[in-house]
Structures are given as structure tokens and as C-alpha cells.
């Protein structure tokens, strides 16, 4: 059973598309429902998903910023994006960055079924290309360093912290922080802040989210705090930053 992922900010088209897909008999299962791209993107880093069907115009975060953002993930997401017939160039836009297809508002039952058969089959004779291909025994064990990342990676940023980071290895915090400045030659809290603000920078740029709700998405509680260490970093304030790139 595919999983799959819907993300409209409307709940009625979400329900009609869940009740659609149910009623196709076909081997997916709607496992989550969001009402903006920003919402999904939460869910995705925590969730597996095999197929994401996502609108394109949505307050916070559109689907075309949600489709650039996974592009940037570690792995390869499928999307279908929905739009409606005066948004093409988005369609396009979207086709260009990598999307597995599109389809068209108000969503018909018989192209849903075509599409969502299409990328079954295709997906079928992905993993029988990979079974024959792949190696009997593909595993190969982490270190210590590689799995402190992977849960940094998985963590969102206003959860992450030395000691947590330490307990998710079963290592020392003081141990994980030498490990830390020996391997990656920087400090476990530069490398955190540094990631804390690119994301605000993501965020600025792919989303209509206040100011203050991005410091608090990126571990700051402190609006100014996240400010200064923004500036420091970038060479402009958040705001700026947003009005240059806006």
C-alpha cells in the first residue's frame, strides 16, 4: 500500500480527493492531509510518503515553494501538483523543477484514475529495476558523527540541543562536543546557528510567515536575539533580507 500525502487549503477538496482516491480501489492510502506547503514540509521531514498531491496557490507556503524546498531534501519526492486552467505557467514551472505530473481543477474522477495508475505502474517497474540491480547486502554502518547529523537532520530546530543530541548516540555531551569540533572542525552550537539561519532564510523568502513565528520555528523564543544573530551572519536584518528578495 502507497502512502499519500494531500496538501489544499481548502478541506472540502481535500475530502473530495481522499474520498475519490478511496473509491478508485487502488493500492494507496491517504495517510495525511495539510493545508499549506509549510505544514507538509513539517510532516514530510518527521514522515515517509510515497506520493504527495499538492495545490499550487496556498497561503504561507504555495505548492511550487513546497516543491523547492523538498527538491533541496535528501531524497526524491513524487508529486502531482492540482491547479486551476488560468495558473499553466505555474504548471510548467512545476513540470521544470521535477514534478511527476499535474492535473487540472475541479479534479475529475476518470483523470485521477488514469494518473494515479500511471505512476503505480511506473513505480512498479522502478522496484523491479532496482531488485535486479541492487547488491544482496547494501548495509553499511554509520559513525558516530554521521548519526548525530542524521539526527539533526530529523530534529526540528527548536528541539535540537547538545545534551539531546548526546542521548541519541549514547555518548557524553562534552565527548560529542570535542568529536564535533574535531570532525566537522566547528562547534556543535556554530553549526546549529548556522542552520537555524538558513532555514529563517528559507522561510523568509518561501513563506508570508511573521517575524516573529519564523525566529520561533528556528529555535529562538527571543525576536531580537534571532535578529542580531541573523544580521551577523547574512549582513542584513530578516526584514531586509525579505524586501530584497521578496
Known amino acids: ?26 493500492p494507496l492510502e491517504v495517510v495525511q492531509e495539510c493545508q499549506n506547503g509549510l505544514e507538509a ?12 498531491l499538492t495545490d499550487i496557490r496556498m497561503p504561507i507556503m504555495d505548492g511550487l515553494a513546497l516543491v523547492k524546498e523538498l527538491s533541496i531534501l535528501n531524497r526524491k519526492y ?4 492540482i491547479s486551476v486552467h488560468d495558473e499553466f505557467q505555474f504548471v510548467q514551472q512545476a513540470i521544470r ?5 499535474y492535473l ?3 479534479v475529475e474522477e476518470s483523470e485521477l484514475k488514469v ?8 513505480k512498479s517497474n522502478e522496484s523491479n529495476k532496482i531488485h535486479h540491480t541492487l547488491p544482496a547486502n547494501d548495509n553499511v554502518p554509520l559513525s558516530t558523527i554521521e548519526r548525530v547529523l542524521d539526527y539533526i537532520n530529523k530534529t526540528p530546530l527548536d528541539q535540537i540541543t547538545l545534551k539531546e543530541a548526546a542521548e541519541s548516540v549514547h555518548i557524553n555531551p562534552s565527548y560529542l562536543s570535542q568529536l564535533f569540533k574535531q570532525q566537522l572542525n ?3 552550537v556554530d553549526y546549529v546557528t548556522e542552520l537555524r539561519i538558513e532555514e529563517g532564510k528559507r522561510l523568509l523568502h518561501n513563506t508570508t510567515l511573521r517575524m516573529s513565528e519564523i525566529a520561533e520555528r528556528v529555535g529562538y523564543s527571543d525576536l531580537a536575539y534571532f535578529s542580531n544573530n541573523f544580521k551577523k551572519i547574512v ?4 526584514s531586509e533580507y525579505r524586501n530584497i528578495h521578496a
Open 104 to 106: 487540472l481543477k475541479p
Open 41 to 52: 514540509l513539517d510532516w514530510i521531514k518527521m514522515n515517509d510518503v510515497d506520493l504527495i
Open 97 to 101: 523543477s521535477g514534478v511527476t505530473d
Open 186 to 188: 566547528k562547534k556543535f
Open 78 to 81: 513524487d508529486i502531482i501538483v
Open 235 to 238: 549582513g542584513v536584518s530578516p
Open 115 to 122: 494518473c494515479l495508475e500511471k505512476w503505480l505502474n511506473e
Open 1 to 26: 500500500m502507497k502512502k499519500v500525502l494531500l496538501v489544499d487549503d481548502e478541506r472540502w477538496v481535500r475530502a473530495a480527493l481522499k474520498w475519490t482516491i478511496n473509491k478508485l480501489n487502488l
